[in-house]
């Protein structure tokens, strides 16, 4: 996938998720394998990256 954020573009394989739904979305689009993991949604706030938001863009 390719996005941007703050002007930079940046790009991102989608490897793992815990909603099933997400998993086989990303797969079709990516046409490679996206893993349900559970355990993600349990994540500490600590080990996610900072949301930042803009009301002109978003980043997925």
Avoid: H, Y
């Amino acid at each position: 996938m390719k996005g941007f954020s703050e002007g930079i573009e940046i790009r991102c394989i989608p490897t793992e998720t815990s909603n099933p739904k997400i998993a086989e979305l990303l797969a079709d689009m990516m046409d490679s394998p996206v893993l349900v993991v559970l355990e993600v949604a349990e994540a500490p706030k600590s080990m996610l990256a900072e949301e930042k938001q803009r009301s002109s863009s978003r980043v997925w």
